[in-house]
Protein backbone atom coordinates (compact mmCIF):
# COMPACT_ATOMS: atom_id res chain seq x y z
CA UNK A 1 0.00 0.00 0.00
CA UNK A 2 1.08 3.28 -1.44
CA UNK A 3 1.96 5.89 1.73
CA UNK A 4 -0.80 8.02 0.48
CA UNK A 5 -3.07 5.18 0.86
CA UNK A 6 -1.62 4.48 4.32
CA UNK A 7 -2.47 8.38 5.49
CA UNK A 8 -5.37 8.74 3.62
CA UNK A 9 -7.23 6.20 5.46
CA UNK A 10 -5.53 7.09 8.90
CA UNK A 11 -7.13 10.69 8.24
CA UNK A 12 -10.34 9.44 7.35
CA UNK A 13 -10.07 7.20 10.85
CA UNK A 14 -9.11 10.12 12.51
CA UNK A 15 -12.35 12.14 11.53
CA UNK A 16 -14.65 9.27 12.47
CA UNK A 17 -13.07 8.82 15.75
CA UNK A 18 -12.89 12.49 16.52
CA UNK A 19 -16.03 14.01 15.02
CA UNK A 20 -18.13 10.74 13.96
CA UNK A 21 -18.21 11.43 10.40
CA UNK A 22 -17.08 9.88 6.84
CA UNK A 23 -15.21 11.36 4.68
CA UNK A 24 -15.85 10.66 1.03
CA UNK A 25 -12.26 11.71 -0.12
CA UNK A 26 -9.12 12.74 1.13
CA UNK A 27 -7.25 15.59 -0.59
CA UNK A 28 -3.69 15.85 -0.72
CA UNK A 29 -1.04 17.76 -2.50
CA UNK A 30 2.63 17.99 -2.35
CA UNK A 31 4.45 20.10 0.65
CA UNK A 32 5.23 23.56 -0.20
CA UNK A 33 9.50 24.36 -0.29
CA UNK A 34 8.82 26.38 2.69
CA UNK A 35 7.30 25.00 5.10
CA UNK A 36 8.42 21.91 7.03
CA UNK A 37 6.74 18.62 5.63
CA UNK A 38 6.63 15.88 3.13
CA UNK A 39 3.01 15.63 2.35
CA UNK A 40 0.28 18.26 2.73
CA UNK A 41 -3.27 17.20 4.03
CA UNK A 42 -5.76 20.06 2.31
CA UNK A 43 -8.53 20.45 5.32
CA UNK A 44 -10.47 23.13 3.33
CA UNK A 45 -12.98 20.45 1.44
CA UNK A 46 -13.76 18.63 4.51
CA UNK A 47 -15.35 21.67 6.07
CA UNK A 48 -18.32 20.17 4.15
CA UNK A 49 -18.78 17.78 6.31
CA UNK A 50 -17.20 18.73 9.52
CA UNK A 51 -17.89 21.83 10.84
CA UNK A 52 -15.07 24.41 12.38
CA UNK A 53 -12.23 26.52 11.84
CA UNK A 54 -9.49 24.38 9.46
CA UNK A 55 -6.66 25.27 11.70
CA UNK A 56 -8.60 23.95 14.46
CA UNK A 57 -9.90 20.94 12.71
CA UNK A 58 -5.85 20.25 10.78
CA UNK A 59 -4.77 20.38 14.47
CA UNK A 60 -7.05 18.06 16.17
CA UNK A 61 -6.18 15.18 13.09
CA UNK A 62 -2.46 16.11 13.03
CA UNK A 63 -2.67 14.93 17.01
CA UNK A 64 -4.22 12.22 16.60
CA UNK A 65 -2.18 10.91 13.11
CA UNK A 66 1.16 11.54 15.31
CA UNK A 67 -0.55 9.18 18.27
CA UNK A 68 -1.87 6.61 16.19
CA UNK A 69 -0.04 6.24 13.34
CA UNK A 70 3.45 5.15 13.20
CA UNK A 71 4.44 6.48 9.51
CA UNK A 72 3.64 10.16 10.74
CA UNK A 73 6.48 12.00 13.13
CA UNK A 74 5.11 15.69 13.18
CA UNK A 75 2.66 18.15 11.95
CA UNK A 76 2.58 21.64 11.57
CA UNK A 77 -0.82 23.29 10.19
CA UNK A 78 -0.76 26.73 7.84
CA UNK A 79 -4.38 28.42 7.54
CA UNK A 80 -6.00 25.38 6.05
CA UNK A 81 -2.58 22.75 5.08
CA UNK A 82 -2.38 20.19 7.97
CA UNK A 83 1.86 19.49 6.81
CA UNK A 84 3.14 16.10 8.04
CA UNK A 85 6.71 14.77 8.29
CA UNK A 86 7.22 11.24 7.63
CA UNK A 87 9.08 8.98 9.63
CA UNK A 88 12.38 8.23 7.81
CA UNK A 89 12.48 4.65 8.33
CA UNK A 90 9.27 4.61 6.16
CA UNK A 91 11.37 5.81 3.32
CA UNK A 92 14.07 3.17 3.84
CA UNK A 93 11.66 0.54 4.22
CA UNK A 94 10.16 1.57 0.88
CA UNK A 95 13.55 2.21 -0.66
CA UNK A 96 14.59 -1.73 0.05
CA UNK A 97 11.06 -3.00 -1.32
CA UNK A 98 11.86 -1.12 -4.78
CA UNK A 99 15.76 -1.42 -4.91
CA UNK A 100 16.29 -4.59 -7.12
CA UNK A 101 12.69 -4.64 -8.21
CA UNK A 102 13.06 -4.79 -12.28
CA UNK A 103 10.93 -2.71 -14.28
CA UNK A 104 9.78 -0.52 -10.98
CA UNK A 105 6.69 0.87 -11.95
CA UNK A 106 5.18 -0.89 -14.45
CA UNK A 107 2.15 -3.56 -13.85
CA UNK A 108 3.63 -6.84 -14.27
CA UNK A 109 0.80 -8.70 -15.08
CA UNK A 110 -1.79 -6.93 -17.74
CA UNK A 111 -5.55 -7.40 -17.49
CA UNK A 112 -7.58 -9.66 -20.02
CA UNK A 113 -9.19 -6.67 -21.53
CA UNK A 114 -6.94 -4.71 -24.25
CA UNK A 115 -6.98 -1.51 -26.26
CA UNK A 116 -6.46 -1.18 -29.38
CA UNK A 117 -4.58 2.48 -30.32
CA UNK A 118 -4.35 3.42 -33.85
CA UNK A 119 -1.70 6.12 -34.58
CA UNK A 120 0.30 7.35 -38.06
CA UNK A 121 -2.60 6.16 -40.84
CA UNK A 122 -1.06 8.43 -43.74
CA UNK A 123 -1.66 8.92 -47.74
CA UNK A 124 0.51 7.01 -49.62
CA UNK A 125 1.09 10.05 -52.27
CA UNK A 126 3.64 11.77 -49.95
CA UNK A 127 6.05 10.98 -47.32
CA UNK A 128 5.85 11.28 -43.61
CA UNK A 129 6.39 14.85 -42.51
CA UNK A 130 6.43 16.55 -39.12
CA UNK A 131 2.93 16.69 -37.99
CA UNK A 132 2.98 12.64 -38.86
CA UNK A 133 6.51 12.07 -36.29
CA UNK A 134 4.19 14.24 -33.61
CA UNK A 135 1.26 11.37 -34.39
CA UNK A 136 3.52 8.38 -34.35
CA UNK A 137 5.08 9.69 -31.04
CA UNK A 138 2.08 10.30 -28.94
CA UNK A 139 0.54 7.20 -30.42
CA UNK A 140 3.35 5.22 -29.84
CA UNK A 141 4.06 6.52 -26.12
CA UNK A 142 0.83 6.01 -25.17
CA UNK A 143 0.86 2.29 -26.39
CA UNK A 144 3.77 1.40 -24.14
CA UNK A 145 2.35 4.15 -21.48
CA UNK A 146 -0.74 1.60 -21.84
CA UNK A 147 0.92 -1.34 -21.79
CA UNK A 148 2.77 0.08 -18.31
CA UNK A 149 -0.19 0.86 -16.93
CA UNK A 150 -1.25 -3.27 -17.21
CA UNK A 151 -3.09 -3.50 -20.61
CA UNK A 152 -2.78 -5.51 -23.27
CA UNK A 153 -2.30 -3.08 -26.27
CA UNK A 154 -2.29 -3.94 -29.98
CA UNK A 155 -0.72 -0.88 -32.32
CA UNK A 156 -2.31 -0.44 -35.46
CA UNK A 157 -2.51 1.93 -38.07
CA UNK A 158 -5.05 2.38 -41.59
CA UNK A 159 -3.03 3.33 -44.37
CA UNK A 160 -4.98 5.80 -46.73
CA UNK A 161 -4.02 3.80 -50.47
CA UNK A 162 -7.03 4.65 -51.98
CA UNK A 163 -8.73 7.71 -53.25
CA UNK A 164 -8.11 10.75 -56.19
CA UNK A 165 -5.13 11.96 -53.87
CA UNK A 166 -3.14 8.71 -54.66
CA UNK A 167 -4.30 8.96 -58.66
CA UNK A 168 -3.02 12.35 -58.76
CA UNK A 169 0.35 11.38 -57.83
CA UNK A 170 -0.08 7.69 -60.59
CA UNK A 171 -1.34 9.88 -63.49
CA UNK A 172 1.53 12.48 -62.63
CA UNK A 173 4.04 9.56 -62.81
CA UNK A 174 2.33 8.38 -66.02
CA UNK A 175 3.14 11.76 -67.70
CA UNK A 176 6.39 13.30 -66.59
CA UNK A 177 8.02 10.15 -65.11
CA UNK A 178 9.52 8.89 -68.01
CA UNK A 179 9.73 5.45 -65.94
CA UNK A 180 11.97 6.36 -62.99
CA UNK A 181 11.78 4.25 -60.06
CA UNK A 182 13.72 4.53 -56.60
CA UNK A 183 16.74 2.21 -57.81
CA UNK A 184 17.45 4.85 -60.60
CA UNK A 185 16.43 7.84 -59.31
CA UNK A 186 18.23 7.28 -55.47
CA UNK A 187 15.43 8.69 -53.68
CA UNK A 188 13.40 6.36 -51.25
CA UNK A 189 10.08 5.67 -52.58
CA UNK A 190 7.94 8.04 -50.49
CA UNK A 191 9.86 10.49 -51.77
CA UNK A 192 9.33 9.69 -55.50
CA UNK A 193 6.12 9.31 -54.71
CA UNK A 194 5.72 13.04 -53.09
CA UNK A 195 7.69 14.30 -55.87
CA UNK A 196 4.79 13.76 -58.44
CA UNK A 197 2.24 14.60 -56.14
CA UNK A 198 3.71 17.78 -56.23
CA UNK A 199 3.95 17.98 -60.26
CA UNK A 200 0.60 17.04 -60.31
CA UNK A 201 -0.27 20.01 -58.19
CA UNK A 202 1.85 22.32 -60.10
CA UNK A 203 0.09 20.96 -63.76
CA UNK A 204 -3.13 21.66 -62.29
CA UNK A 205 -2.42 25.00 -61.43
CA UNK A 206 -0.80 25.95 -64.60
CA UNK A 207 -4.05 24.32 -66.26
CA UNK A 208 -6.44 26.47 -64.77
CA UNK A 209 -3.92 29.40 -65.16
CA UNK A 210 -4.22 28.73 -68.60
CA UNK A 211 -8.40 28.37 -68.45
CA UNK A 212 -8.99 31.65 -66.75
CA UNK A 213 -7.07 33.24 -69.26
CA UNK A 214 -8.83 32.16 -72.23
CA UNK A 215 -12.24 33.24 -69.99
CA UNK A 216 -13.36 30.64 -67.98
CA UNK A 217 -14.13 31.60 -64.72
CA UNK A 218 -11.63 30.30 -61.85
CA UNK A 219 -14.41 28.15 -60.04
CA UNK A 220 -15.15 26.09 -63.53
CA UNK A 221 -11.37 25.74 -64.05
CA UNK A 222 -10.69 24.24 -60.99
CA UNK A 223 -13.53 21.33 -62.12
CA UNK A 224 -12.58 21.14 -65.79
CA UNK A 225 -8.70 21.15 -65.93
CA UNK A 226 -7.92 18.19 -67.90
CA UNK A 227 -5.59 17.02 -65.37
CA UNK A 228 -7.74 16.51 -62.91
CA UNK A 229 -10.57 14.68 -65.14
CA UNK A 230 -8.02 12.55 -65.93
CA UNK A 231 -7.42 11.71 -62.65
CA UNK A 232 -11.19 11.20 -61.80
CA UNK A 233 -10.81 8.88 -64.33
CA UNK A 234 -8.34 6.74 -63.10
CA UNK A 235 -10.10 6.32 -59.96
CA UNK A 236 -12.92 5.02 -61.62
CA UNK A 237 -10.56 2.45 -63.57
CA UNK A 238 -9.41 1.60 -60.08
CA UNK A 239 -12.85 1.11 -58.76
CA UNK A 240 -13.74 -1.15 -61.72
CA UNK A 241 -10.88 -3.06 -61.43
CA UNK A 242 -8.74 -2.47 -64.45
CA UNK A 243 -5.45 -4.34 -64.72
CA UNK A 244 -3.16 -1.29 -65.73
CA UNK A 245 -4.55 1.22 -63.43
CA UNK A 246 -4.24 -1.71 -60.11
CA UNK A 247 -1.19 -2.75 -61.36
CA UNK A 248 0.59 0.63 -61.24
CA UNK A 249 -1.14 1.60 -57.95
CA UNK A 250 0.32 -1.43 -56.43
CA UNK A 251 3.93 -1.10 -57.66
CA UNK A 252 3.75 2.86 -56.60
CA UNK A 253 2.01 2.16 -52.99
CA UNK A 254 4.70 -0.84 -52.77
CA UNK A 255 8.15 2.12 -52.89
CA UNK A 256 6.27 4.03 -50.26
CA UNK A 257 5.46 1.08 -47.79
CA UNK A 258 9.55 1.04 -48.26
CA UNK A 259 9.88 4.27 -47.53
CA UNK A 260 7.79 4.03 -44.73
CA UNK A 261 9.38 1.04 -43.44
CA UNK A 262 12.69 3.04 -43.42
CA UNK A 263 11.05 5.95 -41.30
CA UNK A 264 9.20 4.23 -38.88
CA UNK A 265 12.85 2.41 -38.11
CA UNK A 266 14.35 5.33 -37.78
CA UNK A 267 11.68 6.88 -35.73
CA UNK A 268 11.84 3.90 -33.23
CA UNK A 269 8.17 3.02 -34.00
CA UNK A 270 6.25 -0.38 -34.72
CA UNK A 271 2.83 -1.68 -35.24
CA UNK A 272 1.18 -4.90 -34.41
CA UNK A 273 -1.55 -4.35 -36.94
CA UNK A 274 -2.13 -2.82 -40.38
CA UNK A 275 -5.08 -1.83 -41.95
CA UNK A 276 -5.35 -0.77 -46.07
CA UNK A 277 -8.52 1.90 -46.27
CA UNK A 278 -8.76 -0.41 -50.23
CA UNK A 279 -9.48 -3.46 -47.85
CA UNK A 280 -11.56 -1.31 -45.52
CA UNK A 281 -13.69 1.94 -47.81
CA UNK A 282 -16.57 -0.78 -48.36
CA UNK A 283 -17.03 -1.36 -44.93
CA UNK A 284 -19.80 -0.42 -42.73
CA UNK A 285 -23.06 -0.37 -45.54
CA UNK A 286 -24.37 -3.23 -44.32
CA UNK A 287 -24.04 -2.14 -40.74
CA UNK A 288 -26.04 1.37 -41.82
CA UNK A 289 -28.88 -0.80 -43.93
CA UNK A 290 -29.23 -2.98 -40.30
CA UNK A 291 -29.43 0.38 -38.28
CA UNK A 292 -31.70 2.05 -40.96
CA UNK A 293 -34.39 -1.40 -40.17
CA UNK A 294 -33.77 -0.79 -36.32
CA UNK A 295 -34.69 3.03 -37.15
CA UNK A 296 -31.14 4.24 -35.70
CA UNK A 297 -30.89 6.09 -39.42
CA UNK A 298 -33.59 7.35 -41.51
CA UNK A 299 -33.90 7.64 -45.37
CA UNK A 300 -34.03 11.25 -47.13
CA UNK A 301 -35.83 11.75 -50.23
CA UNK A 302 -33.25 11.56 -52.50
CA UNK A 303 -32.19 7.96 -51.06
CA UNK A 304 -29.73 9.49 -48.97
CA UNK A 305 -29.27 7.62 -45.08
CA UNK A 306 -28.68 10.26 -42.11
CA UNK A 307 -28.54 9.75 -38.01
CA UNK A 308 -30.46 12.74 -36.37
CA UNK A 309 -27.62 13.47 -33.40
CA UNK A 310 -29.52 16.83 -32.67
CA UNK A 311 -30.67 15.80 -29.37
CA UNK A 312 -26.94 15.06 -28.50
CA UNK A 313 -26.24 18.35 -29.61
CA UNK A 314 -24.53 17.63 -32.63
CA UNK A 315 -26.24 17.62 -36.56
CA UNK A 316 -27.72 15.36 -39.06
CA UNK A 317 -24.66 13.15 -40.64
CA UNK A 318 -25.09 11.43 -43.69
CA UNK A 319 -23.91 7.87 -43.94
CA UNK A 320 -24.68 6.62 -46.81
CA UNK A 321 -25.47 8.78 -50.23
CA UNK A 322 -27.85 8.74 -52.61
CA UNK A 323 -26.59 6.20 -54.67
CA UNK A 324 -25.52 3.68 -51.92
CA UNK A 325 -21.82 4.27 -51.80
CA UNK A 326 -20.03 5.17 -48.31
CA UNK A 327 -18.69 8.50 -46.60
CA UNK A 328 -15.75 8.27 -44.49
CA UNK A 329 -17.99 7.80 -41.28
CA UNK A 330 -19.76 4.52 -43.09
CA UNK A 331 -15.93 3.07 -43.51
CA UNK A 332 -15.07 4.10 -40.02
CA UNK A 333 -18.07 2.92 -38.49
CA UNK A 334 -17.04 -0.75 -40.20
CA UNK A 335 -13.80 -0.74 -39.53
CA UNK A 336 -13.77 -0.06 -35.73
CA UNK A 337 -16.49 -3.36 -35.75
CA UNK A 338 -13.81 -5.42 -37.99
CA UNK A 339 -11.13 -4.60 -35.43
CA UNK A 340 -13.22 -5.96 -32.50
CA UNK A 341 -14.22 -9.18 -34.70
CA UNK A 342 -10.47 -9.59 -35.50
CA UNK A 343 -9.53 -9.08 -32.04
CA UNK A 344 -12.33 -10.38 -29.79
CA UNK A 345 -10.62 -9.13 -26.43
CA UNK A 346 -10.58 -5.39 -27.50
CA UNK A 347 -12.47 -3.68 -24.98
CA UNK A 348 -11.31 -0.18 -26.29
CA UNK A 349 -10.22 1.82 -29.43
CA UNK A 350 -7.96 5.16 -29.37
CA UNK A 351 -7.48 6.76 -32.42
CA UNK A 352 -4.16 9.40 -32.32
CA UNK A 353 -5.82 11.89 -35.08
CA UNK A 354 -5.25 15.78 -35.02
CA UNK A 355 -8.23 17.71 -33.40
CA UNK A 356 -9.10 18.98 -36.53
CA UNK A 357 -11.33 16.11 -36.83
CA UNK A 358 -12.65 16.47 -33.36
CA UNK A 359 -16.26 16.41 -34.32
CA UNK A 360 -16.07 13.41 -36.92
CA UNK A 361 -14.58 11.88 -33.55
CA UNK A 362 -17.49 12.84 -31.52
CA UNK A 363 -20.18 11.53 -34.02
CA UNK A 364 -18.48 8.25 -34.99
CA UNK A 365 -18.51 7.28 -31.38
CA UNK A 366 -22.03 8.35 -30.40
CA UNK A 367 -23.59 6.09 -33.70
CA UNK A 368 -21.52 3.32 -32.33
CA UNK A 369 -22.80 3.43 -29.13
CA UNK A 370 -26.11 4.12 -30.33
CA UNK A 371 -26.08 0.56 -32.68
CA UNK A 372 -25.76 -1.00 -29.32
CA UNK A 373 -21.85 -1.91 -29.40
CA UNK A 374 -20.58 -2.58 -25.39
CA UNK A 375 -16.77 -1.48 -26.27
CA UNK A 376 -18.33 1.69 -27.78
CA UNK A 377 -18.45 3.60 -24.12
CA UNK A 378 -14.18 3.06 -24.35
CA UNK A 379 -13.17 4.64 -27.08
CA UNK A 380 -10.68 7.62 -27.05
CA UNK A 381 -9.86 10.24 -29.51
CA UNK A 382 -6.56 11.20 -28.38
CA UNK A 383 -6.81 15.00 -29.95
CA UNK A 384 -3.59 16.54 -31.20
CA UNK A 385 -2.87 20.48 -31.96
CA UNK A 386 -0.99 21.30 -34.94
CA UNK A 387 2.92 21.65 -35.23
CA UNK A 388 4.19 24.59 -36.37
CA UNK A 389 7.74 26.33 -37.61
CA UNK A 390 9.39 29.55 -37.03
CA UNK A 391 8.92 29.98 -40.78
CA UNK A 392 4.84 28.95 -40.48
CA UNK A 393 2.43 26.54 -41.73
CA UNK A 394 3.02 23.20 -43.84
CA UNK A 395 1.83 22.83 -47.01
CA UNK A 396 1.80 19.31 -48.67
CA UNK A 397 1.07 19.47 -52.16
CA UNK A 398 3.35 22.64 -52.44
CA UNK A 399 5.91 20.77 -51.62
CA UNK A 400 6.45 23.04 -48.52
CA UNK A 401 6.49 20.24 -45.79
CA UNK A 402 8.90 19.40 -42.82
CA UNK A 403 10.21 16.02 -43.96
CA UNK A 404 10.02 13.30 -41.10
CA UNK A 405 13.35 11.76 -42.81
CA UNK A 406 15.14 15.34 -43.17
CA UNK A 407 13.95 16.44 -39.82
CA UNK A 408 15.57 12.95 -38.19
CA UNK A 409 18.84 13.74 -39.87
CA UNK A 410 18.73 17.64 -39.23
CA UNK A 411 18.53 16.70 -35.25
CA UNK A 412 21.35 14.31 -35.23
CA UNK A 413 23.65 17.63 -37.22
CA UNK A 414 22.71 19.58 -34.76
CA UNK A 415 23.17 16.97 -31.74
CA UNK A 416 26.95 16.32 -33.50
CA UNK A 417 27.26 20.43 -33.73
CA UNK A 418 26.59 20.99 -30.27
CA UNK A 419 28.30 18.31 -28.80
CA UNK A 420 31.25 19.19 -31.09
CA UNK A 421 31.07 22.78 -29.06
CA UNK A 422 31.04 21.50 -25.64
CA UNK A 423 34.19 19.05 -26.13
CA UNK A 424 33.13 16.63 -24.22
CA UNK A 425 33.65 13.30 -26.42
CA UNK A 426 37.40 12.21 -26.13
CA UNK A 427 37.91 8.91 -26.51
CA UNK A 428 35.00 8.05 -28.81
CA UNK A 429 35.44 6.15 -31.98
CA UNK A 430 33.75 7.80 -35.18
CA UNK A 431 31.03 4.82 -34.61
CA UNK A 432 30.53 5.80 -30.93
CA UNK A 433 30.31 9.24 -31.88
CA UNK A 434 27.68 9.07 -34.55
CA UNK A 435 25.63 6.45 -32.25
CA UNK A 436 25.71 8.78 -29.79
CA UNK A 437 24.69 11.74 -32.37
CA UNK A 438 21.45 9.89 -33.29
CA UNK A 439 20.60 9.58 -29.62
CA UNK A 440 20.99 12.55 -28.63
CA UNK A 441 19.32 13.83 -31.78
CA UNK A 442 16.45 11.80 -31.47
CA UNK A 443 16.29 12.07 -27.50
CA UNK A 444 15.58 15.71 -27.91
CA UNK A 445 13.09 15.71 -30.69
CA UNK A 446 10.54 13.06 -29.20
CA UNK A 447 11.25 14.77 -25.68
CA UNK A 448 10.45 18.29 -27.15
CA UNK A 449 7.05 17.36 -28.57
CA UNK A 450 5.81 14.76 -25.96
CA UNK A 451 6.77 17.33 -23.48
CA UNK A 452 3.63 19.29 -24.16
CA UNK A 453 0.28 18.27 -23.33
CA UNK A 454 -1.19 16.09 -26.32
CA UNK A 455 -4.24 19.17 -26.94
CA UNK A 456 -1.69 22.23 -27.31
CA UNK A 457 -0.58 23.26 -30.40
CA UNK A 458 3.63 23.44 -30.57
CA UNK A 459 5.91 25.84 -32.19
CA UNK A 460 8.83 23.26 -33.06
CA UNK A 461 12.76 25.09 -32.84
CA UNK A 462 14.81 22.12 -33.32
CA UNK A 463 18.20 24.25 -31.83
CA UNK A 464 16.32 24.53 -28.55
CA UNK A 465 15.18 20.89 -28.59
CA UNK A 466 19.22 19.91 -28.17
CA UNK A 467 19.97 22.15 -25.21
CA UNK A 468 21.73 20.47 -22.24
CA UNK A 469 20.32 22.29 -20.36
CA UNK A 470 16.38 22.91 -19.23
CA UNK A 471 13.75 20.83 -19.64
CA UNK A 472 15.25 18.88 -22.48
CA UNK A 473 16.29 15.06 -23.64
CA UNK A 474 20.04 15.97 -23.64
CA UNK A 475 19.64 17.39 -20.44
CA UNK A 476 17.94 13.87 -18.82
CA UNK A 477 20.25 12.18 -21.05
CA UNK A 478 22.91 13.42 -19.31
CA UNK A 479 21.58 13.41 -15.91
CA UNK A 480 21.62 9.58 -16.60
CA UNK A 481 25.01 9.70 -18.05
CA UNK A 482 26.41 11.35 -15.07
CA UNK A 483 24.75 9.08 -12.74
CA UNK A 484 26.40 5.67 -14.68
CA UNK A 485 29.77 7.66 -14.49
CA UNK A 486 29.54 7.24 -10.88
CA UNK A 487 28.19 4.05 -10.80
CA UNK A 488 31.21 2.69 -12.72
CA UNK A 489 33.42 5.05 -9.93
CA UNK A 490 31.56 2.90 -7.17
CA UNK A 491 32.32 -0.35 -8.72
CA UNK A 492 30.15 -3.14 -7.18
CA UNK A 493 27.33 -1.82 -5.47
CA UNK A 494 26.44 -4.90 -4.50
CA UNK A 495 22.34 -6.10 -3.81
CA UNK A 496 22.84 -5.32 0.12
CA UNK A 497 19.79 -3.86 1.71
CA UNK A 498 20.17 0.25 3.10
CA UNK A 499 20.66 0.38 6.48
CA UNK A 500 16.84 1.72 7.74
CA UNK A 501 18.65 3.40 11.16
CA UNK A 502 20.15 6.17 8.72
CA UNK A 503 18.66 9.89 9.50
CA UNK A 504 18.17 10.91 6.08
CA UNK A 505 19.71 14.08 4.16
CA UNK A 506 16.74 16.41 3.37
CA UNK A 507 17.70 15.92 -0.14
CA UNK A 508 18.23 11.64 -0.12
CA UNK A 509 14.73 12.10 1.34
CA UNK A 510 13.18 14.84 -1.44
CA UNK A 511 14.89 12.27 -3.82
CA UNK A 512 13.25 9.23 -2.35
CA UNK A 513 9.65 10.85 -2.28
CA UNK A 514 10.40 11.73 -6.03
CA UNK A 515 11.10 7.83 -6.50
CA UNK A 516 7.73 7.04 -5.21
CA UNK A 517 5.64 9.22 -7.49
CA UNK A 518 6.91 7.01 -10.28
CA UNK A 519 4.07 4.06 -10.42
CA UNK A 520 0.95 6.57 -9.53
CA UNK A 521 2.51 9.05 -12.05
CA UNK A 522 2.27 5.90 -15.08
CA UNK A 523 -1.11 5.05 -13.95
CA UNK A 524 -2.45 8.86 -14.04
CA UNK A 525 -0.52 9.46 -17.44
CA UNK A 526 -2.42 6.04 -18.93
CA UNK A 527 -5.33 7.11 -17.49
CA UNK A 528 -5.03 10.90 -19.39
CA UNK A 529 -3.02 9.34 -22.32
CA UNK A 530 -0.56 11.53 -21.81
CA UNK A 531 3.25 10.65 -22.33
CA UNK A 532 3.26 15.15 -21.12
CA UNK A 533 3.28 13.40 -17.17
CA UNK A 534 6.15 11.02 -18.07
CA UNK A 535 7.70 13.41 -19.44
CA UNK A 536 7.99 16.38 -16.94
CA UNK A 537 7.96 13.82 -13.77
CA UNK A 538 11.28 13.09 -15.28
CA UNK A 539 12.45 16.07 -15.56
CA UNK A 540 11.51 16.31 -11.93
CA UNK A 541 13.40 13.85 -10.93
CA UNK A 542 16.33 14.56 -12.67
CA UNK A 543 16.55 18.59 -10.86
CA UNK A 544 15.81 16.75 -7.56
CA UNK A 545 19.08 14.29 -8.23
CA UNK A 546 20.92 17.12 -9.25
CA UNK A 547 20.30 19.31 -6.61
CA UNK A 548 20.99 15.93 -4.42
CA UNK A 549 24.37 15.36 -6.40
CA UNK A 550 25.45 19.16 -5.79
CA UNK A 551 24.34 19.00 -2.26
CA UNK A 552 25.82 15.59 -0.75
CA UNK A 553 29.08 13.56 -1.01
CA UNK A 554 28.65 10.48 -2.61
CA UNK A 555 31.31 8.52 -3.65
CA UNK A 556 33.30 10.92 -1.07
CA UNK A 557 31.18 9.97 2.03
CA UNK A 558 33.00 8.40 4.82
CA UNK A 559 30.12 6.67 6.36
CA UNK A 560 29.91 3.25 4.22
CA UNK A 561 26.16 2.91 5.12
CA UNK A 562 25.71 6.57 4.01
CA UNK A 563 27.81 5.77 1.18
CA UNK A 564 26.05 2.73 -0.18
CA UNK A 565 22.53 4.46 0.32
CA UNK A 566 24.21 7.11 -1.83
CA UNK A 567 25.08 4.79 -4.43
CA UNK A 568 21.95 2.43 -4.46
CA UNK A 569 20.00 5.39 -4.94
CA UNK A 570 21.75 6.72 -8.07
CA UNK A 571 21.15 3.38 -9.20
CA UNK A 572 17.63 3.98 -8.58
CA UNK A 573 17.43 6.92 -10.04
CA UNK A 574 18.88 6.06 -13.06
CA UNK A 575 16.79 3.15 -13.79
CA UNK A 576 13.47 4.80 -13.22
CA UNK A 577 15.19 7.41 -16.43
CA UNK A 578 15.47 4.57 -18.42
CA UNK A 579 12.32 3.06 -17.66
CA UNK A 580 10.25 6.61 -18.14
CA UNK A 581 12.72 7.34 -21.17
CA UNK A 582 11.10 3.90 -22.63
CA UNK A 583 8.19 4.77 -22.65
CA UNK A 584 8.57 7.96 -24.10
CA UNK A 585 10.67 5.69 -27.18
CA UNK A 586 13.90 7.34 -26.20
CA UNK A 587 17.13 5.91 -25.63
CA UNK A 588 19.82 6.92 -22.84
CA UNK A 589 23.90 6.47 -23.62
CA UNK A 590 25.66 5.38 -20.77
CA UNK A 591 28.34 8.28 -21.92
CA UNK A 592 28.32 11.91 -22.29
Known amino acids: MSLQNVISQSVSKAVRDLYQLELPTVEFQPTRKDFEGDITVVVFPMLRFVKGNPVEIGTKIGEYLVEHVDEVAKFNVVKGFLNLVIEDVIYLNFFNT?????????????????????????????????????????????????????????????INDRGIHICKSMLAWQKFGDGETPETSGLKGDHLVGKYYVAFDQAYKAQIAELVDSGTSKEQAEKEAPILLEAQEMLRKWESG????????????????????????????????????????????????????????????????????????????????????????????????????????????????????????????LILKKLGYQWAQHLYHLSYGMVDLPSGKMKSREGTVVDADDLIANMEETAEEISKELGKLDGYSETEKKQLYRTIGLGALKYYILKVDPKKRILFNPEESVDFQGNTGPFIQYTYARIQSILRKAGDVGSSEVATSLGLHEKEKELLKQVQLFPETVQLAAENYSPALIANYTYDLVKEFNSFYQQVSILGEPNEDKKHLRVQLSRKVGEVIASAFRLLGIHVPDRM
Do not use: C
Open 98 to 158: IRDEADYGYVKSPTSDAVMVEYSSPNTNKPLHLGHIRNNLLGYSVSEILKAAGKKVYKTQI
Open 242 to 365: EVATVTLWKTMNSWVYDGFDTTYKNLGVDFDTLYYESDTYLLGRNVVKDGLEKGIFFKKPDGSVWIDLTEEGLDEKIVLRSDGTAVYMTQDIGTAIQRVTDHPDINGLVYTVGNEQDYHFKVLF
